[in-house]
Each structure stands twice: as C-alpha cells, then as structure tokens.
C-alpha cells in the first residue's frame, strides 16, 4: 500500500509596512491608528536614545555589562502594543522598547543593569517579570503565569520574549509542548536576531524557518517581520485573540537584527560580516516608521527636532534617578532571601563584619575546657 | 486519630490542604488518574478534578518551570518529581529561578512551590530510583529542604511546606512509605520547618540523621545499653543548629548518620556547626555512618551501601569508647 500523506504545512511571513516604506493597505488596515503610529514612533526614538546613553554609560564606567538592543525596538513595542494591560510580560533582555511602554519607569532597566536588585522591583500592575538572564528559561514562567489566569477564569494571557538561540534550549520545547497540551493561552515571540552571540541562527536550526517549530507541538506558528512594528502589532494581535478565545498558543517568529554587539562585553567584528550589518542597517525599524510619518505628513522636521530634545530630556531624568538612588545596604541580601529570616543566616548578617570565623563567640572565649561527661 | 502509613499521611494533608485552599493545584508525571507511581495523590483526581489535579507531559524542567509561573501569579503548586534521580533536570529552575526569585525581586514576585520528590534507596529499585541528593538542594540559598521520616511529621510537615511563602522541597523517603503505621490526627496540625524532633532522649552520645536511615538508628538504639539521645532533624534546610548543639554539650558525642554520599554531604556541614559551638564539650571525634563517595549501586549491592543498623552500632560502640577503655583511646 502506497504511503499517504497525512500532515501538510505551510509558513506565512507577514509584512505590512516593508523597508522601501510601501504599506500594505489592506493588510494593514486598521491595524495601528495614526495617531499612535506617531506616539509609536516617538516612544521608539525615547528608546533609542535611552539604548546609546546605556551605551554610553557602561563606556564611561558608570554602568556594568549591558545589552544593546538597538535595531529590535519594533518586536516588543509592537507586540505589547496590541495586548491587554494585564496580559503578563515575560520577557528576556532586548524588550526594553515593549516594557517602558507598558509603564516601566526607565530608570529600572538601568538599576539592573548598574548591578542593583532593585531594578527587578517591578511593580505588581505592570504585569511583567524579571529580565530572565538563563536563556530561555523564562518560557516555562510564561506558562504557568497563562495557567494560572486560565485556572482563575481571567481575560488575561502571558506573552513570552526570547531569541533564536533559546529554541535550541530544552525548556523552549517543554514551554512549547505544555502550552500546546494543556490548552494555555500563550504567544510566544520569538526575537530572531541573526545571532546568539557569535553563533548564527543557521547553527541553531537546520529548518528553513524557526516559526515551524512551533508546527511539532500542534500550535499557529507564523513568521513576520519583526522591523515592521505594523506586521508585529498584527501577528500578536491575533495571537492574543486566539489565546483568549480558544486558549491555544501561538509561535511568531520576528525576523530582526542585532545592530549592535551581543553586550557591551561583545565585539561583533570578530565573527560577524560588515556587509551583512550595513544591510540592515537599512532595515532599521525607526527610519522605516519615519519615512510612513513622513508620507502622510504626520510628522516632519521640527516635531523631529522637538522629539529629539524632549529624548535627551527624559533620558537624562531616568539616568540622574538611576544614578541618584541610595546605595544598598549589606544586609538586603540577606533580608530578601526568604519571607522569615532562618537563625543561621541572621547570625550571618549579625557578624558579618564582626567576626571573620562567624562562629559561636562564647566557645572561642571559654578559658578550660567543659566538665567531661565520661570522666 | 487514624493510623496511618506515611503515603496515606501525605494524601491526607493534600486533601486538607486543597480543600482548604483552592490555590492549591497538584501536577507532575501520573498524578492524575494513576494517583502518582507510589498512589500518593490516590483519589484526588476524583475528588478534585482535572484542573487541580493536573498530569502534565513528561518533562521535569517543565514541571517546576510552569509551577514557578504558577505560583508568581499566586497558586500555590504542589508539583511531583517521580524519583529523586529524576529533579537533575529540575536543578536549573529550581536553582536559578525558584531560589532566587523573591531576593531578585525584593519580594515583588515569590515562589511558594512544595516540589514532592521520592527520595533514596531500600526498596530495590531500577537505576536512578534510590538516591540521596538533599544536600546539593540545601546547599542553594533560598531553598527549603525537609524530609521527613514519619507519618505524623510527614503530615505537619507538609501543610507547612505548602503554605510557606518559599520554595520547600520536600523529601519523602520511600523505603518509609509503607514501613510502617502511626497514629496522625486527622485534625490540622503543622510540624515546623526547621526544628529537629528529639526522637530518643539520652546522655552518653547524640545520634543524629533524617529520612530512611532514622529507622536504622532506631534499630541500633534498641540493640546498645547504651544512653543515646537520638535527633531526627526532618528540616535540612534550614537546619536545627540549636537542637543539636544542646544535645552535644549534654553527651560530648556525636554521630551523624545519612544515606548520601560522605564528600560534602550534610554531615560535613554539621560536624563542622558541632565543632563551632560545642568543640570543648567534645569528649571523641565527631563520626560520620553514610553512603559511601560511589555512584550509589544498583540493588544488588544497595544494603552495603546504606547506612544500615550494623553499621551505626559499631560507630555507636567506638565513639562511647573513645578515650573511656584505655583512657587514650581512638575512635579508630
């Protein structure tokens, strides 16, 4: 008997707004108003401006390792952009863009990144997590935070950030396949920026696209251009309604860039292709929002100019909060480590200074020895 | 009062504690309609249904993965690790997530997980199935380790482990699930995490253990005419300092029996608490009866590696010696 056929895929890559500025009207219709294409636009330049002065400050040495995420604005700021307030934010390290749209004051990004916990301190109603330094770890997160909205009877669902190189991690696969059979409603966007590190995206998988992992689990799975903030803001729109209404997950493959290092630690030049940079260099996702604004003569120089000004302005304030918060204490690591602190670690924080043995005063001073029990 | 097995003194306190708190959601490999490989979550799936009793695919890291989101948004997750030779793949969420969660946050997000795991050796299982990994657990701030080595403590210990704000492993040693009954209470107790049980009093030397391995001291307490003060410390993490620093400057001797490995096991961690505060109480050198720096070996040879009563007697026998039979004596 012949073989049959008995599953058949297909992979749509969605663009609206492509790098030449042509827009796909019918695609892209009423997918983000103009006025918020404007408010969009000028929220991207706040975050590219913040993204150079992070830049800037680990240069000068006033801020510890930092990762640039220049050139990926358009991914998280779309996707955010077209969720719910309350639908949970999972994100990894280049989402800055998406996250101080929600409401993330700026100045948290940078205390992580000066090394202080305190940054992570994330207000309960911003619905987001913690930047996930293990990659992709934080999927499995994003799961159980759909679970929960899903086990409670909410409207809410989780949106999780990760790049190209987590597919290759375990837990994307677990993330993947619990979401699937468990029926959660999850969009997982999937930042691939050509690189993880030095490693490129072909060395993490030998399929065509990374959208058709998500084919194996049985879920949506679209790839998109992740510079074109219209075609994220309407994959994740969709993926977003489909998680509410039937509770299924969707994989979005975002096609982007790194413009610029891994980290501040970084130097691309070693592994990476100027030709290939200045190629997408074009693509960036601010000119090509830029130039829409343009067209349509939403927006022109002198808004430019004031845009740039008022960047400066609300960047420098994020800086001077960052840089102006009271140094920690010694003992905040011991007093967030648990709800009720353990005795052995309040001696800990009670002799940390006073005692390099950290052992128990009364025995180092006893002068004879103990009567003996068994003499 | 009912008398109970230790697995039936857990299903009890899952119950009270789900019926209590509909926060509380069972998941893992088989808890379902199997009611988990030892029948642990028997009959919950029945009672609770399929959305508080959850069989997830297999796949550990997942497992605590999804229980963390779970619990960041306020559930408060009981998941099932089958066997203790399968949290390895666990470590990673649990270590690098579940741990540090709250510190990171300051408090802002919490991981109120009870992660069930089987623990150790003693019931001649396949590969995998019987080992002791508690103290690479307790060696992770912002993890709580318990274990308890009866039903009675087994029950407290869990209706505390699930409603602690933190990540609590709990530790249940499998070679007990059914060794024996005890008399558990059917109304709501708690047994607090981090106080050890005095489970024998005595003067002439503290025996000190947890888990399994408590039974073996049992054993060879009944066979010593000796006075022997036995401790079940039932918390590794936070560990009971006190209990056992009071019991040492009472007997001036000390031996500290466990199922893993020696080389950093928890017996070091101990001994050396011992030599901190009591080291003029001391009458011997502080003894160690444990698995032995091996891969813990299939069933066969598994009783030459536990550390079984024959063992802890002849510990038992040359700590009291020491220095008493010939007045210089060794510990040898």
Redesign the interface.
């Known amino acids: 008997m012949p073989a049959k056929i008995v599953f058949h895929a297909k992979i749509e890559s969605v663009s609206i707004l492509d790098e030449q500025g042509n827009f796909d009207a019918k695609l892209g219709k009423d997918v983000i108003p103009d006025t918020d294409v404007v408010r969009l636009y000028e929220h991207m330049t706040i975050c590219r401006q913040f993204d150079e002065v992070a830049f800037k400050l680990q240069r000068s040495g006033r801020m510890g390792t930092y990762p640039e995420n220049r050139g990926q604005e358009a991914v998280s700021l779309g996707a955010v952009y077209a969720l719910h307030p309350d639908d ?1 934010l ?1 994100p990894c390290y280049r989402e800055n863009c998406g996250l101080f749209w929600r409401g993330l004051p700026m100045e948290y990004i940078l205390l992580h990144w000066m090394g202080d ?2 940054g ?5 109603d911003l619905y987001m ?2 930047q996930a330094i ?1 990659i992709g ?1 934080q ?11 899903k ?1 409670r009877k909410k409207d809410s669902i ?1 949106c999780a950030f990760f790049g190209d190189g987590a597919t290759s991690e ?2 994307c696969h ?2 993947l ?2 979401a699937a ?2 029926d959660l409603p999850v969009v997982f966007v999937c930042q691939n920026n050509g690189w993880a590190i030095s490693v490129p995206t072909k060395m993490q998988c030998s399929a065509p696209t990374l959208a058709q992992r998500g084919l194996a689990y049985g879920m949506e799975c679209v790839q998109c251009d992740g510079n074109d903030i219209f075609a994220m803001a309407k994959v994740v729109g969709e993926a977003a309604e489909r998680a509410r209404r039937d509770h299924r997950p969707t994989f979005i493959e975002a096609l982007t860039y790194r413009l610029g290092d891994h980290t501040t630690a970084d130097d691309a030049r070693r592994y990476r292709d100027e030709a290939e940079l200045k190629k997408w260099l074009k693509r960036d996702p601010l000119i090509r929002i830029r130039t829409y604004l343009q067209q349509r003569k939403l927006f022109d120089d002198s808004r430019e100019k004031a845009l740039q000004a008022r960047a400066r302005e609300e960047v420098a304030a994020a800086v001077k909060r960052a840089e102006e918060i009271a140094a920690p204490t010694s003992s905040d ?1 011991f007093d ?4 009720e602190m ?4 309040a001696t800990q924080r009670a002799t940390l200074r006073t005692s390099g ?4 005063p009364s ?1 180092l001073q ?1 002068q ?3 009567p ?3 003499p | 009062m009912a008398n109970l097995t230790l697995v039936q003194a857990i299903n009890l306190a899952l119950i009270q504690e789900m019926e209590k708190d509909d926060s509380v ?1 069972i998941l893992g490999q088989d808890v379902g309609v199997n009611g988990g490989v030892f029948r642990v979550t028997e009959g919950l799936f029945k009672r609770f249904g399929p ?1 508080r009793v ?1 069989d ?2 297999l ?1 550990e ?2 497992i ?12 408060r ?1 009981v998941p099932e690790i089958q066997f203790e030779g399968f949290l390895a ?1 666990a470590y ?2 649990l270590c ?2 579940a741990a540090r969660m ?9 991981v109120p997980i009870t992660c069930r795991v089987p623990v150790g050796g003693g019931i001649h299982a396949p590969e995998l199935h019987s080992d002791s990994p508690e103290a690479i657990y307790a060696h992770q ?2 993890l ?1 380790v318990v274990m308890p080595a009866s039903p009675y403590d087994a029950k407290g210990l869990l209706i505390s482990a699930i409603r ?3 990540p609590v492993i709990f530790f249940e040693p499998k070679r007990l699930y059914r060794a024996f009954r005890e008399e558990v209470p059917e109304d709501e107790y708690t047994v607090e995490i ?1 106080k050890a049980r005095i489970v024998v009093e005595g ?2 030397v503290t025996l000190i253990s947890w888990g399994a391995p408590v039974v073996q001291c049992m054993n060879a307490i009944d066979s010593s005419h000796h006075s022997i003060e036995l401790i079940d410390l039932r918390s590794i993490c ?2 009971d ?2 209990t056992i620093v009071e019991s040492v ?5 000390a031996v500290i029996v466990h199922e893993a490995p020696r080389n950093c096991g928890l017996g070091a961690e101990i001994a050396s608490r011992i030599m ?6 001391l ?1 011997a050198p502080i003894q160690r009866v444990t698995g032995f720096d091996t891969v813990m070996p299939y069933y066969k040879l598994e009783q030459e590696y536990l550390p079984e009563a024959h063992r802890i007697s002849a510990a038992l026998e040359e700590v ?1 010696a020491y ?2 039979a010939t007045g210089l004596g060794s510990a040898g």
């Not at chain 1, 992570?120 to 309960?124: D, G």
């Open positions: 949970w999972v916990e305190r992570n301190e994330i207000p309960r997590t913690p293990p770890t999927m499995l997160h994003a799961v159980g935070l759909a679970w929960a909205g086990y989780a375990g837990d677990e993330a396949n619990f059979n468990l690591m967030w480590l648990y709800a353990p005795g052995e670690l043995l950290g052992q128990d025995q006893e004879s020895p103990a003996s029990r068994n | 959601i959305e959850v997830t695919p796949a890291s997942g605590i993965g999804t229980s963390i989101g779970l619990a960041m948004a306020g559930l997750p793949p990673d969420q690098t997530h709250r510190t990171r946050t300051r408090s802002m997000f919490t701030p912002g709580k602690d704000p933190d981090g003067n002439d936070p560990l300092t006190e400057r009472k007997t001036g001797r901190e505060h009591c080291f003029l109480y009458e009291i220095g008493t």
